[in-house]
């Protein structure tokens, strides 16, 4: 489907001890009049500073400006049951300014299938206040207050937003009307989730301003040409599609010829296509195109006019639809809830699960609601889908609160911030599918005054059973995993006498995990996620059974993660953020035969995939093309984005910084060593691995800090004047090509050399930046001084800078397939012969023992230098080429590649994993049964859909898919395998063994294999060592039919033993 640090000078955002967080609760505990946000909490006008430690991958998704709206609101969250503990956990992660938790209610037994805050002790608490001090955890810069009597209207106009999970209509129909009315609004947001049916109302007033209505960047295109006509046709360069729409607003800039439209007026984009588009505009007159130009979209605000609940009951307009299978489903379901709400209100209680009576009491409401709808009245009420409304209608299950409490968080977040497109107005979702395949009788769904009561109440006894009994394999601890063990948790999964979970991630914890990482407190930095995350999920339910390993899952690991163990597995879910492995694990399910839950986020986006043996296609069957890689050429010689220039700048600190260091040590750990194979290769990339290491040891050899200083001064000259005036004197601003086009045409961007000045801050700034780096490798100290602009400034214009002239005959590549940008000479030899005694020079003239420290990039820690390095050259670099400069946050973002992430779509898409794992666990669903999901929260979007099938091949009368695995109970020969397949009618013309090939038909030595067995002829040629504890080995066999067509076939297992 899409992840920062405080900058030195800035201050972190003050963080009240836990202390004063619940000493603040306590006290608004006793003013039960009063539920306001304590007095500490109150907005001073004075925007607090944001702690780009902690959120630097959620500013990623919503930047500076939303971060602190976030931090100036307060939250009323009312109704602490399973919904109301997940939406105020998102929010606390978020980093709003407060949070009241409202709740009048006390903890019951029940609560403890959805509540991931409450313990058995707790029963009999107060529910908002049993929930203070767990979340105040989460975040205590946070305030957290607690309020547990009646609230009025009046005392909402303390907050910017209020939830409310669980309050009759009448008394939300008076609230939201309050809410409504005041000037400004309160947005407002009721929610709530019965067993496996959930809804969503919001009201965020009469006049509500969407300042940015999906959160993506704002398109732009580079302009190829501009015609004069009415209207004007727009053509851009081919290097990317556009993605402007009909009606889009643009402005232009940086347009030689055509000036007239560098004037910052936005203009309207008309019949837009892939790479052109005609503007609104006539340009009859306007001066005549000639080169240059950027196209930019501009963002326009969208006012939303909300109706208020009591309107919006009588006329609720269009539903925002997840599943188009039920796309009639959502009226009925508005209908439901309202019947609920009037037998709750007639009865005083919930419908009692499996009480036939109950369910005629509220059919027969339905029918009087429906009756009186006027002209949204139902043809149909559908009463299979009410009788299970109704049954689970008291339970709130953990997997329903955990996917609205992502919806509704985000929901807050907008309300707040006027970041992205609120919900508009209803939302209904079911997952009745979840439902056990057999009927369930009243005796299965019987309470066991267990903590499991309200899950055993939707489901039956029989499939906690199962659930409790599993055996699991979650991989990965971060984001996904801690949500992931709390939702298992609170299921009961693997928490029987024969359950278990293994747990595995190779990975600590650091800062930034913790603001959406919720199992992790910043007393856990540095220790390993999976027994952090293990320990925590106990905490929640003392009965779950969890290993935790610190094992990466690889092919490396595969003595930890062995047959036994795979063949041992129920389930397995992904929480991982990478492809690669991700396709690993794919590989091991289908290998194993086991199903495989996956799911993954970027920013607001998520996506979950059901992968089921022999129903559905493999994660593997279907990829995303690869991202688009810019010419090498691009990034090191034609830059035209700050991307490109990041690129180039990160490959130039793994350069100087790490690599070559590297090279430096492995040199003088084995010289002659280093030697022969430099020799051996006698090639460019040789030649250019010696002329570095030379540099380091004695060209460029720093012995002090001062040394540093002139280093660093000389690389900006070096990259920001020299190399660009030996650019431009090859390539001067009129060149042509071999065709007779301007060479510097789009995209291409004509540079200009940077002059030097001490008393530009970047300029300086960069120096500080290479000199310290530049120390750490050769374990110079570093001198206080180098933080202090005027005495830095005095040392580095003591710098000799040499006068530099261009070279004429200089080759600088073009061409935008090339690979290397080394240039190949035919006398590399020779000249490696002659760097190679240079170096022996130089090593002689070393300390005893010298090594350098080569610096791995981290990305995360500020007092590093690492991004002020690599922030530095990218911006000076983009002031050669007039190219906007970035921010070091947004360097870090790029150069970094931080996946951008937030709470929200992390616990919505855990929540919709843990729908279909009911299915997994109870067996016999059928494809249509199973949900993959796509879901945008900025939007909002949902998208649901069965999974793809998996391919069938068909050969005679046989058929197979990926799922399937050719067995050979028998020890053969290679003659005899041969035999089996032409026995199915296929020629076995080419067979392997892991990376190596066992026979092919091609190679007449090959033959002399046949009458070998096939496990001796693995183990001679592919060198396989089969564990003593397994029967069998695999091979891949190339098969062709009677017509010389090939056939993909099975996997080939051989028990040999």
Same mark, same amino acid.
Request: hydrophobic share 40%; charged share 25%.
């Given at each position: 489907?899409?992840?920062?640090?405080?900058?030195?000078?800035?201050?972190?955002?003050?963080?009240?001890?836990?202390?004063?967080?619940?000493?603040?609760?306590?006290?608004?505990?006793?003013?039960?009049?009063?539920?306001?946000?304590?007095?500490?909490?109150?907005?001073?006008?004075?925007?607090?500073?944001?702690?780009?430690?902690?959120?630097?991958?959620?500013?990623?998704?919503?930047?500076?400006?939303?971060?602190?709206?976030?931090?100036?609101?307060?939250?009323?969250?009312?109704?602490?049951?399973?919904?109301?503990?997940?939406?105020?956990?998102?929010?606390?992660?978020?980093?709003?300014?407060?949070?009241?938790?409202?709740?009048?209610?006390?903890?019951?037994?029940?609560?403890?299938?959805?509540?991931?805050?409450?313990?058995?002790?707790?029963?009999?608490?107060?529910?908002?206040?049993?929930?203070?001090?767990?979340?105040?955890?989460?975040?205590?810069?946070?305030?957290?207050?607690?309020?547990?009597?009646?609230?009025?209207?009046?005392?909402?106009?303390?907050?910017?937003?209020?939830?409310?999970?669980?309050?009759?209509?009448?008394?939300?129909?008076?609230?939201?009307?309050?809410?409504?009315?005041?000037?400004?609004?309160?947005?407002?947001?009721?929610?709530?989730?019965?067993?496996?049916?959930?809804?969503?109302?919001?009201?965020?007033?009469?006049?509500?301003?969407?300042?940015?209505?999906?959160?993506?960047?704002?398109?732009?295109?580079?302009?190829?040409?501009?015609?004069?006509?009415?209207?004007?046709?727009?053509?851009?360069?081919?290097?990317?599609?556009?993605?402007?729409?009909?009606?889009?607003?643009?402005?232009?800039?940086?347009?030689?010829?055509?000036?007239?439209?560098?004037?910052?007026?936005?203009?309207?984009?008309?019949?837009?296509?892939?790479?052109?588009?005609?503007?609104?505009?006539?340009?009859?007159?306007?001066?005549?195109?000639?080169?240059?130009?950027?196209?930019?979209?501009?963002?326009?605000?969208?006012?939303?006019?909300?109706?208020?609940?009591?309107?919006?009951?009588?006329?609720?307009?269009?539903?925002?639809?997840?599943?188009?299978?039920?796309?009639?489903?959502?009226?009925?379901?508005?209908?439901?809830?309202?019947?609920?709400?009037?037998?709750?209100?007639?009865?005083?209680?919930?419908?009692?699960?499996?009480?036939?009576?109950?369910?005629?009491?509220?059919?027969?409401?339905?029918?009087?609601?429906?009756?009186?709808?006027?002209?949204?009245?139902?043809?149909?009420?559908?009463?299979?889908?009410?009788?299970?409304?109704?049954?689970?209608?008291?339970?709130?299950?953990?997997?329903?609160?955990?996917?609205?409490?992502?919806?509704?968080?985000?929901?807050?977040?907008?309300?707040?911030?006027?970041?992205?497109?609120?919900?508009?107005?209803?939302?209904?979702?079911?997952?009745?599918?979840?439902?056990?395949?057999?009927?369930?009788?009243?005796?299965?769904?019987?309470?066991?005054?267990?903590?499991?009561?309200?899950?055993?109440?939707?489901?039956?006894?029989?499939?906690?059973?199962?659930?409790?009994?599993?055996?699991?394999?979650?991989?990965?601890?971060?984001?996904?995993?801690?949500?992931?063990?709390?939702?298992?948790?609170?299921?009961?999964?693997?928490?029987?006498?024969?359950?278990?979970?293994?747990?595995?991630?190779?990975?600590?914890?650091?800062?930034?995990?913790?603001?959406?990482?919720?199992?992790?407190?910043?007393?856990?930095?540095?220790?390993?996620?999976?027994?952090?995350?293990?320990?925590?999920?106990?905490?929640?339910?003392?009965?779950?059974?969890?290993?935790?390993?610190?094992?990466?899952?690889?092919?490396?690991?595969?003595?930890?993660?062995?047959?036994?163990?795979?063949?041992?597995?129920?389930?397995?879910?992904?929480?991982?953020?990478?492809?690669?492995?991700?396709?690993?694990?794919?590989?091991?399910?289908?290998?194993?035969?086991?199903?495989?839950?996956?799911?993954?986020?970027?920013?607001?986006?998520?996506?979950?995939?059901?992968?089921?043996?022999?129903?559905?296609?493999?994660?593997?069957?279907?990829?995303?093309?690869?991202?688009?890689?810019?010419?090498?050429?691009?990034?090191?010689?034609?830059?035209?984005?700050?991307?490109?220039?990041?690129?180039?700048?990160?490959?130039?600190?793994?350069?100087?910084?790490?690599?070559?260091?590297?090279?430096?040590?492995?040199?003088?750990?084995?010289?002659?060593?280093?030697?022969?194979?430099?020799?051996?290769?006698?090639?460019?990339?040789?030649?250019?691995?010696?002329?570095?290491?030379?540099?380091?040891?004695?060209?460029?050899?720093?012995?002090?800090?001062?040394?540093?200083?002139?280093?660093?001064?000389?690389?900006?000259?070096?990259?920001?004047?020299?190399?660009?005036?030996?650019?431009?004197?090859?390539?001067?601003?009129?060149?042509?090509?071999?065709?007779?086009?301007?060479?510097?045409?789009?995209?291409?961007?004509?540079?200009?050399?940077?002059?030097?000045?001490?008393?530009?801050?970047? /300029?300086?700034? !960069?120096?500080?930046?290479? +000199?310290?780096? %530049? #120390?750490?490798? =050769?374990? $110079? @100290?570093?001198?206080?001084?180098?933080?202090?602009?005027?005495?830095?400034?005095?040392?580095?214009?003591?710098?000799?800078?040499?006068?530099?002239?261009?070279?004429?005959?200089?080759?600088?590549?073009?061409?935008?397939?090339?690979?290397?940008?080394?240039?190949?000479?035919?006398?590399?030899?020779?000249?490696?012969?002659?760097?190679?005694?240079?170096?022996?020079?130089?090593?002689?003239?070393?300390?005893?023992?010298?090594?350098?420290?080569?610096?791995?990039?981290?990305?995360?820690?500020?007092?590093?230098? /690492?991004?002020? !390095?690599?922030?530095?050259? +990218?911006?000076? %670099? #983009?002031?050669? =080429?007039? $190219? @906007?400069?970035?921010?070091?946050?947004?360097?870090?973002?790029?150069?970094?590649?931080?996946?951008?992430?937030?709470?929200?779509?992390?616990?919505?898409?855990?929540?919709?994993?843990?729908?279909?794992?009911?299915?997994?666990?109870?067996?016999?669903?059928?494809?249509?049964?199973?949900?993959?999901?796509?879901?945008?929260?900025?939007?909002?979007?949902?998208?649901?859909?069965?999974?793809?099938?998996?391919?069938?091949?068909?050969?005679?009368?046989?058929?197979?898919?990926?799922?399937?695995?050719?067995?050979?109970?028998?020890?053969?020969?290679?003659?005899?395998?041969?035999?089996?397949?032409?026995?199915?009618?296929?020629?076995?013309?080419?067979?392997?063994?892991?990376?190596?090939?066992?026979?092919?038909?091609?190679?007449?030595?090959?033959?002399?294999?046949?009458?070998?067995?096939?496990?001796?002829?693995?183990?001679?040629?592919?060198?396989?060592?089969?564990?003593?504890?397994?029967?069998?080995?695999?091979?891949?066999?190339?098969?062709?039919?009677?017509?010389?067509?090939?056939?993909?076939?099975?996997?080939?297992?051989?028990?040999?033993?």
């Amino acid at each position: 489907m899409l992840p920062r640090k405080r900058g030195v000078g800035e201050v972190e955002r003050e963080s009240p001890s836990k202390k004063t967080c619940v000493d603040s609760a306590i006290t608004s505990e006793n003013n039960h009049q009063n539920p306001n946000p304590p007095a500490m909490a109150l907005d001073d006008g004075n925007p607090p500073d944001i702690d780009e430690d902690l959120h630097s991958r959620q500013l990623a998704v919503y930047g500076r400006e939303t971060m602190r709206r976030l931090f100036g609101a307060n939250v009323l969250v009312s109704g602490m049951q399973g919904l109301g503990a997940e939406v105020a956990k998102n929010l606390i992660l978020a980093g709003v300014k407060s949070v009241a938790l409202h709740d009048e209610g006390t903890v019951e037994l029940w609560d403890l299938s959805s509540n991931f805050i409450f313990s058995e002790n707790d029963v009999g608490k107060n529910r908002a206040l049993a929930c203070v001090q767990k979340l105040q955890e989460l975040n205590n810069a946070v305030i957290v207050s607690t309020w547990t009597k009646k609230i009025s209207k009046e005392q909402l106009s303390n907050f910017q937003a209020v939830v409310f999970t669980d309050i009759s209509l009448e008394r939300a129909v008076e609230f939201n009307d309050y809410c409504h009315q005041h000037q400004p609004s309160i947005p407002f947001i009721k929610a709530e989730v019965r067993g496996l049916f959930g809804s969503v109302f919001c009201d965020f007033g009469p006049a509500f301003t969407v300042l940015d209505v999906d959160g993506e960047d704002p398109h732009t295109g580079i302009i190829a040409s501009i015609s004069n006509d009415n209207p004007a046709l727009v053509s851009c360069v081919d290097d990317e599609r556009l993605e402007f729409q009909d009606g889009d607003l643009v402005v232009f800039s940086e347009v030689k010829g055509m000036t007239e439209l560098n004037d910052g007026k936005p203009r309207r984009v008309k019949n837009a296509r892939p790479y052109s588009f005609f503007l609104e505009e006539d340009t009859t007159n306007y001066g005549a195109y000639e080169r240059g130009g950027i196209v930019t979209q501009v963002k326009q605000p969208k006012v939303l006019n909300f109706k208020p609940l009591s309107e919006a009951l009588k006329d609720p307009g269009d539903f925002l639809l997840s599943d188009f299978a039920k796309f009639d489903r959502p009226p009925l379901l508005h209908l439901a809830f309202q019947a609920l709400d009037d037998f709750i209100s007639k009865s005083g209680r919930f419908p009692v699960a499996g009480s036939e009576v109950d369910v005629r009491k509220l059919l027969d409401l339905a029918v009087d609601i429906n009756e009186n709808s006027g002209d949204g009245k139902l043809e149909k009420i559908d009463e299979n889908v009410l009788r299970h409304f109704v049954n689970g209608s008291r339970a709130v299950l953990n997997p329903m609160a955990a996917m609205f409490g992502g919806i509704v968080g985000q929901e807050v977040v907008k309300a707040c911030s006027g970041k992205f497109h609120p919900l508009f107005q209803f939302f209904y979702f079911d997952s009745l599918e979840s439902l056990p395949t057999e009927p369930l009788k009243p005796v299965d769904i019987r309470p066991l005054n267990s903590r499991y009561d309200a899950q055993i109440s939707v489901f039956g006894v029989k499939l906690q059973k199962k659930l409790e009994e599993a055996k699991i394999f979650v991989v990965g601890g971060g984001a996904l995993g801690c949500e992931f063990l709390k939702n298992l948790a609170l299921m009961g999964v693997c928490c029987g006498n024969q359950g278990k979970l293994t747990i595995t991630d190779d990975d600590v914890i650091e800062k930034s995990n913790l603001s959406r990482q919720f199992l992790f407190r910043d007393w856990n930095i540095g220790q390993a996620k999976s027994t952090v995350a293990a320990s925590a999920a106990v905490m929640i339910n003392p009965h779950f059974k969890i290993e935790a390993l610190q094992n990466r899952a690889s092919p490396e690991t595969e003595n930890v993660f062995d047959d036994a163990f795979w063949e041992s597995l129920n389930v397995v879910i992904n929480a991982l953020d990478n492809v690669n492995a991700r396709i690993y694990i794919d590989a091991r399910c289908v290998y194993f035969q086991k199903p495989l839950l996956e799911s993954g986020t970027l920013g607001t986006k998520c996506n979950t995939q059901m992968v089921i043996p022999h129903l559905t296609e493999n994660y593997g069957a279907s990829r995303d093309p690869p991202e688009k890689q810019a010419p090498m050429c691009t990034v090191h010689s034609f830059p035209h984005n700050i991307d490109h220039c990041l690129t180039w700048a990160r490959s130039e600190f793994e350069g100087l910084l790490e690599k070559t260091p590297a090279e430096v040590n492995a040199f003088l750990s084995k010289p002659e060593e280093y030697k022969a194979a430099m020799r051996s290769a006698g090639d460019a990339q040789a030649r250019e691995l010696l002329e570095r290491v030379i540099e380091c040891l004695r060209d460029e050899r720093c012995q002090n800090f001062q040394d540093c200083i002139a280093w660093a001064r000389l690389k900006f000259e070096d990259y920001f004047a020299n190399r660009v005036k030996q650019l431009t004197f090859t390539f001067p601003e009129d060149a042509a090509t071999s065709t007779g086009a301007p060479f510097w045409s789009a995209p291409k961007r004509f540079p200009r050399p940077l002059q030097f000045s001490p008393n530009d801050p970047g /300029h300086l700034h !960069f120096v500080t930046a290479a +000199a310290i780096l %530049r #120390a750490e490798t =050769y374990g $110079i @100290p570093i001198t206080d001084w180098v933080k202090n602009p005027k005495k830095l400034a005095e040392e580095v214009s003591k710098v000799g800078v040499p006068e530099f002239q261009p070279k004429k005959g200089v080759k600088i590549v073009t061409d935008e397939k090339a690979t290397s940008l080394t240039q190949s000479s035919v006398d590399d030899a020779a000249i490696i012969d002659d760097l190679i005694l240079n170096l022996e020079g130089a090593a002689a003239k070393l300390p005893t023992g010298f090594r350098m420290k080569p610096i791995q990039f981290e990305k995360d820690d500020d007092t590093n230098y /690492h991004m002020d !390095f690599i922030a530095g050259l +990218a911006n000076m %670099r #983009a002031r050669n =080429y007039s $190219i @906007p400069e970035v921010e070091k946050l947004k360097a870090k973002l790029i150069a970094g590649r931080i996946i951008p992430a937030i709470a929200t779509s992390t616990a919505m898409a855990t929540g919709l994993v843990c729908l279909e794992l009911y299915k997994v666990a109870y067996g016999g669903h059928k494809l249509e049964d199973y949900r993959n999901t796509f879901a945008n929260l900025a939007l909002p979007l949902f998208s649901m859909a069965e999974p793809v099938p998996p391919k069938v091949i068909k050969h005679r009368d046989l058929s197979w898919t990926v799922w399937d695995r050719w067995i050979i109970e028998e020890n053969l020969t290679l003659r005899e395998l041969l035999k089996w397949f032409e026995a199915k009618g296929l020629n076995a013309y080419s067979i392997s063994c892991g990376q190596s090939l066992l026979y092919n038909s091609i190679f007449p030595k090959h033959k002399e294999r046949l009458d070998r067995k096939v496990v001796d002829v693995a183990r001679d040629v592919a060198k396989l060592e089969v564990p003593a504890k397994r029967r069998h080995f695999d091979i891949v066999v190339a098969c062709e039919d009677e017509d010389e067509n090939d056939i993909d076939v099975p996997l080939v297992s051989i028990y040999f033993r």
